[in-house]
């Protein structure tokens, strides 16, 4: 059966992830907007650019006539949210487009997906869905117990993860105010082909190829949990179709990886596979390796309790954190095209 689908965010890293599964998977129309800043790359959809059952428009979130008229014209039975400014070190450099995007962004497309549902049918209400994609730094920093649960008390760190955290907040007071049909999934750290290389995993992979300094914040203890990409498609999928609304999931990959392990396990795939060498012999890429002042507000763990999604819908990952780093590094390798073009359309 089909239904419409509208991404907000679908040009961005896991955005244009879920709507390539979406086109080539389902039978569902898709409807992607995106505003087009900085992290969305067009070049990631090209091989679904002309399906018939695949739209794109270029437009902002806060753009309420915008809005109003895709809902119109397009009628969707699920909004999935992913736009939102989500690099950390540019939310400490610049707090206002976090605020901006994701606080007042989600606000105003909620009250847009409010005022839809009150002009559908009882049938079309009840299928109606909003998916909020949010992640696992709206609960703070974790010490090295213990995990983060669907109940753990919000505690954020930085200005993306407050923004973030209160986005949260406001999906799930538009469900118990106004009865509009909510999910809000809270993710680990995502990676996998077509990531924007500003995050830890690309950024280390391409300076490593362009024998540039791999920089790592304080002693690179840091611990986070890393989730491929596909599983979390998966994931987000299975609970738009089963999870129960006005609930919250925890979406984990059960891989905690300090940030040093993570950097030296790309290191020994790229020695493996495109050895470094010079006249005077060979050399690991990981003395490349740099140590940089830590920076600030650095949560020091996070770690994903994964049991509810995994005991009500028995969903689990398919991806190891071997597996999946391996396939990630080969797609850098094999699409340095895909980053080059990416990072000339930023500079210019």
Same mark, same amino acid.
């Given at each position: 059966?089909? @239904?419409?689908?509208?991404?907000?965010? =679908?040009? %961005?890293?896991?955005?244009?992830?879920? #709507?390539?599964?979406?086109?080539?998977?389902?039978?569902?129309?898709?409807?992607?907007?995106?505003?087009? $800043?900085?992290?969305?790359?067009?070049?990631?959809?090209?091989?679904? @650019?002309?399906?018939?059952?695949?739209?794109?428009?270029?437009?902002?979130?806060?753009?309420?006539?915008?809005?109003?008229?895709?809902?119109?014209?397009?009628?969707?039975?699920?909004?999935?949210?992913?736009?939102?400014?989500?690099? #950390?070190?540019?939310?400490?450099?610049?707090?206002?487009?976090?605020? &901006? $995007?994701?606080?007042?962004?989600?606000?105003?497309?909620?009250?847009?997906?409010?005022?839809?549902?009150?002009?559908?049918?009882?049938?079309?209400?009840?299928?109606?869905?909003? &998916? &909020?994609?949010?992640? @696992?730094?709206?609960?703070?920093?974790?010490?090295?117990?213990?995990?983060?649960?669907?109940?753990?008390?919000?505690?954020?760190?930085?200005?993306?993860?407050?923004?973030?955290?209160?986005?949260?907040?406001?999906?799930?007071?538009?469900?118990?105010?106004?009865?509009?049909? $909510?999910?809000?999934?809270?993710?680990?750290?995502?990676?996998?082909?077509?990531?924007?290389?500003?995050?830890?995993?690309?950024?280390?992979?391409?300076?490593?190829?362009?024998?540039?300094?791999?920089?790592?914040?304080?002693?690179?203890?840091?611990? !986070?949990?890393?989730?491929?990409?596909?599983?979390?498609?998966?994931?987000?999928?299975?609970?738009?179709?089963?999870?129960?609304?006005?609930?919250?999931?925890?979406?984990? %990959?059960?891989?905690?990886?300090?940030?040093?392990?993570?950097?030296?396990?790309?290191?020994?795939?790229?020695?493996? *596979?495109?050895?470094?060498?010079?006249?005077? %012999?060979?050399?690991?890429?990981?003395?490349?390796?740099?140590?940089?002042? @830590?920076?600030?507000?650095?949560?020091?763990?996070?770690? *994903?309790?994964?049991?509810?999604?995994?005991?009500?819908?028995? +969903? !689990?990952?398919?991806?190891?954190?071997?597996? =999946?780093?391996?396939?990630?590094?080969? +797609?850098?390798?094999?699409?340095?095209?895909?980053?080059?073009?990416?990072?000339?359309? *930023?500079?210019?």
């Amino acid at each position: 059966m089909s @239904d419409r689908f509208l991404i907000t965010g =679908g040009s %961005g890293f896991i955005g244009s992830a879920y #709507v390539k599964f979406l086109i080539n998977s389902t039978e569902h129309e898709v409807l992607n907007l995106d505003k087009l $800043t900085y992290a969305s790359n067009q070049a990631s959809l090209e091989a679904i @650019d002309t399906n018939k059952r695949y739209r794109f428009i270029q437009g902002d979130i806060l753009d309420s006539a915008l809005i109003e008229n895709i809902f119109s014209e397009f009628k969707p039975n699920f909004v999935v949210h992913l736009a939102a400014e989500s690099h #950390v070190d540019r939310s400490i450099a610049d707090a206002g487009n976090f605020v &901006h $995007t994701n606080i007042v962004g989600t606000y105003a497309l909620l009250e847009a997906s409010r005022k839809y549902l009150q002009e559908l049918s009882d049938e079309e209400a009840q299928k109606f869905k909003f &998916h &909020h994609i949010s992640t @696992d730094e709206v609960f703070g920093s974790l010490p090295e117990l213990g995990l983060f649960s669907e109940s753990s008390p919000y505690d954020p760190s930085s200005p993306y993860s407050a923004s973030k955290a209160a986005s949260d907040h406001l999906v799930r007071s538009w469900y118990r105010t106004y009865g509009l049909p $909510t999910l809000i999934t809270n993710s680990s750290n995502n990676y996998g082909p077509n990531q924007f290389p500003e995050k830890l995993i690309p950024l280390t992979i391409m300076n490593a190829l362009n024998e540039q300094p791999i920089t790592i914040y304080g002693d690179g203890k840091n611990i !986070r949990d890393w989730l491929y990409v596909s599983d979390h498609i998966d994931a987000l999928y299975l609970l738009l179709l089963k999870g129960e609304e006005g609930n919250s999931y925890n979406i984990g %990959g059960n891989n905690q990886k300090t940030n040093l392990e993570v950097v030296e396990g790309i290191c020994n795939i790229l020695d493996e *596979i495109l050895p470094r060498a010079s006249d005077s %012999g060979s050399f690991s890429y990981s003395d490349l390796i740099t140590f940089i002042p @830590d920076r600030p507000g650095h949560d020091f763990r996070y770690a *994903i309790d994964t049991n509810k999604i995994e005991n009500h819908l028995n +969903w !689990r990952p398919k991806e190891s954190f071997a597996s =999946g780093l391996r396939k990630t590094v080969i +797609w850098y390798i094999e699409n340095q095209s895909w980053v080059a073009n990416l990072t000339e359309r *930023i500079k210019s």
